[in-house]
Protein backbone atom coordinates (compact mmCIF):
# COMPACT_ATOMS: atom_id res chain seq x y z
CA UNK A 1 0.00 0.00 0.00
CA UNK A 2 1.05 3.97 -0.47
CA UNK A 3 2.70 5.17 2.48
CA UNK A 4 3.56 8.44 3.40
CA UNK A 5 6.38 10.05 6.08
CA UNK A 6 6.56 13.99 7.00
CA UNK A 7 9.84 15.43 7.95
CA UNK A 8 11.15 18.71 9.08
CA UNK A 9 8.68 19.93 11.55
CA UNK A 10 9.97 21.76 14.35
CA UNK A 11 10.17 24.30 17.11
CA UNK A 12 10.75 27.81 15.41
CA UNK A 13 10.52 31.67 16.52
CA UNK A 14 8.20 33.92 14.75
CA UNK A 15 9.77 35.09 11.37
CA UNK A 16 12.07 31.75 11.23
CA UNK A 17 11.94 28.83 8.33
CA UNK A 18 11.56 25.50 8.01
CA UNK A 19 11.63 23.27 5.04
CA UNK A 20 9.41 20.50 5.82
CA UNK A 21 9.87 16.90 3.67
CA UNK A 22 6.97 14.03 2.27
CA UNK A 23 8.12 11.13 0.95
CA UNK A 24 5.93 8.73 -0.75
CA UNK A 25 6.53 4.84 -0.97
CA UNK A 26 3.83 2.91 -3.07
CA UNK A 27 3.29 1.05 -5.86
CA UNK A 28 5.48 2.58 -8.66
CA UNK A 29 2.13 4.27 -10.00
CA UNK A 30 2.39 8.51 -10.31
CA UNK A 31 0.57 9.96 -7.48
CA UNK A 32 -0.52 13.53 -6.90
CA UNK A 33 0.87 15.29 -3.21
CA UNK A 34 -0.30 17.43 -1.57
CA UNK A 35 0.19 19.60 2.19
CA UNK A 36 -2.17 19.62 4.59
CA UNK A 37 -2.21 21.29 8.50
CA UNK A 38 -4.48 20.86 11.37
CA UNK A 39 -4.54 23.24 14.62
CA UNK A 40 -6.26 22.09 17.91
CA UNK A 41 -10.16 22.43 17.23
CA UNK A 42 -9.83 23.70 13.61
CA UNK A 43 -10.63 21.28 10.43
CA UNK A 44 -7.46 20.13 8.73
CA UNK A 45 -7.04 23.04 6.06
CA UNK A 46 -5.36 23.01 2.61
CA UNK A 47 -2.27 24.32 2.80
CA UNK A 48 -0.38 23.78 -0.79
CA UNK A 49 -0.17 21.41 -4.11
CA UNK A 50 1.22 20.83 -7.54
CA UNK A 51 -1.31 20.33 -9.72
CA UNK A 52 0.49 18.21 -12.02
CA UNK A 53 -2.64 16.78 -13.77
CA UNK A 54 -3.21 20.38 -14.77
CA UNK A 55 -0.16 21.37 -16.33
CA UNK A 56 1.51 21.67 -13.08
CA UNK A 57 0.39 24.76 -11.60
CA UNK A 58 0.83 25.49 -8.42
CA UNK A 59 -1.97 26.43 -5.70
CA UNK A 60 -1.52 27.70 -2.07
CA UNK A 61 -4.07 28.10 0.93
CA UNK A 62 -5.40 31.86 1.09
CA UNK A 63 -3.23 32.10 4.25
CA UNK A 64 0.12 31.52 2.65
CA UNK A 65 0.32 35.07 1.26
CA UNK A 66 3.59 34.07 -0.33
CA UNK A 67 5.13 32.97 2.66
CA UNK A 68 5.25 29.24 1.36
CA UNK A 69 7.00 27.76 -1.57
CA UNK A 70 5.97 24.14 -2.35
CA UNK A 71 8.22 21.97 -5.02
CA UNK A 72 8.56 18.34 -5.82
CA UNK A 73 11.61 16.81 -6.02
CA UNK A 74 13.18 14.72 -8.80
CA UNK A 75 11.62 11.60 -7.61
CA UNK A 76 8.26 12.38 -8.39
CA UNK A 77 7.73 10.80 -4.93
CA UNK A 78 8.98 13.57 -2.93
CA UNK A 79 7.57 16.83 -1.89
CA UNK A 80 8.67 20.12 -0.13
CA UNK A 81 7.24 22.93 1.38
CA UNK A 82 9.47 25.59 2.01
CA UNK A 83 7.70 28.00 5.19
CA UNK A 84 9.36 31.49 5.63
CA UNK A 85 8.08 34.35 7.66
CA UNK A 86 6.22 31.88 9.97
CA UNK A 87 4.20 33.33 12.69
CA UNK A 88 2.07 31.44 15.41
CA UNK A 89 -1.14 30.96 13.68
CA UNK A 90 0.71 28.40 11.38
CA UNK A 91 1.62 26.23 14.57
CA UNK A 92 -0.35 22.95 13.30
CA UNK A 93 0.11 18.89 12.40
CA UNK A 94 1.59 19.34 8.39
CA UNK A 95 0.38 16.16 6.83
CA UNK A 96 1.16 15.13 3.58
CA UNK A 97 -1.37 13.88 1.67
CA UNK A 98 -1.82 11.55 -1.65
CA UNK A 99 -4.12 10.80 -4.54
CA UNK A 100 -3.78 9.89 -8.36
CA UNK A 101 -6.48 11.89 -9.45
CA UNK A 102 -7.63 14.27 -6.68
CA UNK A 103 -10.03 16.46 -8.79
CA UNK A 104 -10.77 18.87 -5.87
CA UNK A 105 -7.37 19.50 -4.77
CA UNK A 106 -8.50 21.86 -1.89
CA UNK A 107 -10.43 19.01 -0.13
CA UNK A 108 -8.98 16.85 2.36
CA UNK A 109 -12.11 14.48 0.92
CA UNK A 110 -10.18 13.55 -2.12
CA UNK A 111 -7.01 12.61 -0.72
CA UNK A 112 -6.76 8.49 -0.20
CA UNK A 113 -3.67 8.23 1.71
CA UNK A 114 -2.06 10.46 4.29
CA UNK A 115 1.19 10.50 6.36
CA UNK A 116 1.16 10.86 10.53
CA UNK A 117 2.11 14.69 10.34
CA UNK A 118 4.76 16.76 11.39
CA UNK A 119 4.33 18.85 14.54
CA UNK A 120 5.54 22.66 13.51
CA UNK A 121 5.62 25.10 16.38
CA UNK A 122 6.25 28.58 16.11
CA UNK A 123 6.99 30.79 19.26
CA UNK A 124 5.98 34.60 19.34
Known amino acids: QVQLAESGGGLVQAGGSLRLSCELSGDGRSYAMAWFRQAPGKEREFVAT?????????YYGNFVKGRFIVSRGNARNTLYLQMNSLEPEDTAVYYC?????????????????WGQGTQVTVTS
Open 97 to 113: AADERPHEYWSRRFYDF
Open 50 to 58: IKWWAGGRI
